[in-house]
Nanobody, 126 residues
Framework: QVQLVESGGNLAQPGGSLRLSCAAS????????IVWARQAPGKGLEWVSG??????????DYADSVKGRFTISRDNSKNTLYLQMNSLKPEDTALYYC?????????????????WGKGTVVTVSS
């Protein structure tokens, strides 16, 4: 049974920082690409970031809107994915999801996602 449980969402000030976590279980965590996506209230789903390792190299992908501000990482010993968010902006306010991708392509498309977490809320406001 694959499970993805996000945590760490909170209220943050503009310019502040927050770290999201995603605890994974039910699959070999290190073998799959894991991604973050977000959905702002009343808006569509937006790609945020993804990470994948092939045993030698680790590769990353970031949306232009978060590049230079957000950092994705994973701790395979803890089966946990992280998203470090710095220099937060009000437009970062959203429900943040982590998701597992099939090892079909890089970067994965939404059609390559086979499991989603329930999300954690990030609110950036003064």
């Amino acid at each position: 049974q694959v499970q993805l449980v996000e945590s760490g969402g909170n209220l943050a000030q503009p310019g502040g920082s927050l770290r999201l976590s995603c605890a994974a279980s039910g699959f070999t965590f290190s073998s799959y690409a894991i991604v973050w996506a977000r959905q702002a209230p009343g808006k569509g789903l937006e790609w945020v970031s993804g990470i994948y390792s092939d045993g030698r190299d680790t590769i990353y992908d970031y949306a232009d809107s978060v590049k230079g501000r957000f950092t994705i990482s994973r701790d395979n010993s803890k089966n946990t994915l992280y998203l470090q968010m710095n220099s937060l902006k009000p437009e970062d306010t959203a429900l943040y999801y982590c998701a597992k991708a099939r090892n079909s392509r890089w970067p994965p498309d939404y059609d390559d996602i086979d499991y989603w977490g329930k999300g954690t809320v990030v609110t950036v406001s003064s």
